[in-house]
């Protein structure tokens, strides 16, 4: 939610609604990684299958996140 308000200090453009897309994007990212680990740990089988799932996912969205974070250091002047 900070990253949304920096953002909205910066006068409005095309680059702040494409951010503000790819976080709401990230948010289910990060979600979906909860949501896989929570899943580890409930089946005791497979668990491993899917913490490694998790893991991945949570990985994909950091990464996301760290490109949106330059992307809006370029569009804050």
Do not use: C, Q
């Not at 910066?10 to 289910?28: F, N």
């Not at 979906?32 to 929570?38: D, F, I, K, Q």
């Amino acid at each position: 939610m900070t990253v949304l308000s920096i953002g909205h200090l910066a006068p409005g453009g095309p680059w702040r609604m494409v951010l503000d897309k790819l976080l709401a994007v990230d948010a289910l990212i990060f979600l979906a990684s909860a949501g896989t680990s929570l899943a580890s740990m409930r089946k005791r089988r497979i668990e491993a299958s899917y913490e490694t799932r998790a893991e991945s996912i949570f990985f994909a969205g950091l990464v996301l996140l760290a490109l949106i974070g330059v992307g809006l250091a370029f569009a804050i002047n």
